[in-house]
């Protein structure tokens, strides 16, 4: 819900004809760094290498975070405190998951510490012993499609179209300047 309520921010200032293209780039950059951890923690087992790929991503994740911001500003795109807010949100998800999962999986953040030692699967993808059912990732996948990529994928083509009719529009002033001074 925080993503589809940030997307209605960015629409509302008009992404399009501000920050445009770039700054919906980043906003797919955020969500697979994002995307990726979580979905192999969907399927695999939680050891030190997943734990690895879960802090990377979100140390990642809010760097990429304080560019999308960066970004926005840079552009005049208006950013008012009600999305400042729900970035608030977003950055911390993915360290309020991190969290959740290192709490269940203490041995696991155990293991890690020690680098793996003793664990000959600690840096190996485990496929989970109790797999998720079939229906529960298509249930996750339909509402991440839903909530995530359709919004999302939306703002990137009105972007790109913005900037497809901005260069047109450009290309027609310079014809026009070109004929103009023919004359």
């Not at 999308?68 to 998951?97: C, M, Y």
């Not at 994928?153 to 300047?177: D, I, P, Q, S, V």
Request: proline residues 5%.
């Amino acid at each position: 819900m925080p993503g589809l309520a940030d997307w209605a921010m960015h629409r509302r200032t008009r992404i399009e004809d501000t920050a445009g293209t770039k700054e919906s780039l980043i906003h797919s950059l955020m969500m697979a760094e994002v995307g990726l951890p979580i979905a192999l923690t969907l399927r695999y087992e939680v050891n030190p290498l997943l734990l690895s790929v879960q802090l990377g991503a979100a140390a990642v994740h809010e760097a990429t975070a304080l560019w999308d911001v960066r970004t926005a500003v840079h552009s005049d795109r208006e950013i008012k405190p009600v999305e400042q807010h729900i970035h608030s949100f977003l950055e911390s998800l993915p360290f309020g998951g991190l969290v959740s999962l290192m709490c269940l999986h203490a041995d696991q953040v155990r293991s890690l510490l020690r680098g793996g030692r003793g664990d000959p699967d600690a840096w190996r993808l485990v496929p989970r012993r109790r797999p998720l059912s079939p229906g529960y990732l298509t249930g996750i996948g339909l509402v991440v499609g839903a909530c995530v990529l359709l919004p999302y994928g939306e703002e990137l083509a009105r972007c790109r179209r913005a900037a497809r009719a901005r260069k047109h529009r450009a290309r027609a002033h310079r014809a026009t300047l070109r004929r103009v001074k023919g004359s």
